[in-house]
T-cell receptor, first 111, second 113 residues
Framework: GESVGLHLPTLSVQEGDNSIINCAYS??????FIWYKQESGKGPQFIID?????DKRQGQRVTVLLNKTVKHLSLQIAATQPGDSAVYFC??????????FGKGTRLHILP | DAGVIQSPRHEVTEMGQEVTLRCKPI?????LFWYRQTMMRGLELLIY????????DSGMPEDRFSAKMPNASFSTLKIQPSEPRDSAVYFC???????????FGQGTRLTVV
């Protein structure tokens, strides 16, 4: 399954630099915010989530920041590698357990 | 576990024909989602099952679309009759409990001509 194409915003980052991917959300009632990665020809894959009562969570090479005041979510990837090339989606999980995806951002790694 | 298995991987059909997409979720997962992905609309949630029961089908575009989950290990998404605007990649995903990590299949690329 190819990911969304021409209508996606693209972020180009030099290999080794840090990447920051941003997302605005609208539903204040969501209890979790999630980041997924979709590589070409594959389905989305879970990266990390953050509960709505937190403002920061760290994983391996990734950090998610949540700013509820301005309804903003970001994903930081440290020391970006060629394998990080993909489309990144933010998603929300409501109390009804549905997972709703936002628009994606294509991350392009420059050699 | 082999992950979420979808079939077929690719389907080309003529307008007006019935199309059935199939999904086998990961064993032990009790939630199943059907999504549709297009360039214009991104990833849209079509329907969500919990313990084989449809919980929310508000994303199903019209009556031509129907989904079933007869048991915990199988689900179908049917389009009858199909139209060219149904062309998209259809994903099935499953998850366990109330977690946020949904596991996606490889998708079915549907082309209606």
């Amino acid at each position: 399954g190819e990911s969304v194409g021409l209508h996606l915003p693209t972020l180009s980052v030099q290999e080794g630099d840090n990447s920051i991917i941003n997302c605005a959300y609208s539903n204040s009632a969501s209890d979790y915010f999630i980041w997924y990665k979709q590589e070409s020809g594959k389905g989305p894959q879970f990266i990390i989530d953050i509960r709505s009562n937190m403002d920061k969570r760290q994983g391996q090479r990734v950090t998610v920041l949540l700013n509820k005041t301005v309804k903003h979510l970001s994903l930081q990837i440290a020391a970006t590698q060629p394998g990080d090339s993909a489309v990144y989606f933010c998603a929300e999980r409501g109390r009804d357990d549905k997972i709703i995806f936002g628009k994606g951002t294509r991350l392009h790694i420059l050699p | 576990d082999a992950g979420v298995i979808q079939s077929p991987r690719h389907e080309v059909t003529e307008m007006g024909q019935e199309v059935t997409l199939r999904c086998k979720p990961i064993s032990g997962h009790n939630s199943l989602f059907w999504y549709r992905q297009t360039m214009m609309r991104g990833l849209e949630l079509l329907i969500y099952f919990n313990n084989n029961v449809p919980i929310d089908d508000s994303g199903m575009p019209e009556d031509r679309f129907s989904a079933k989950m007869p048991n915990a290990s199988f689900s179908t998404l049917k389009i009858q009759p199909s139209e060219p605007r149904d062309s998209a990649v259809y994903f099935c995903a499953s998850k366990h409990g109330v977690g946020t990590e949904a596991f996606f299949g490889q998708g079915t690329r549907l082309t209606v001509v």
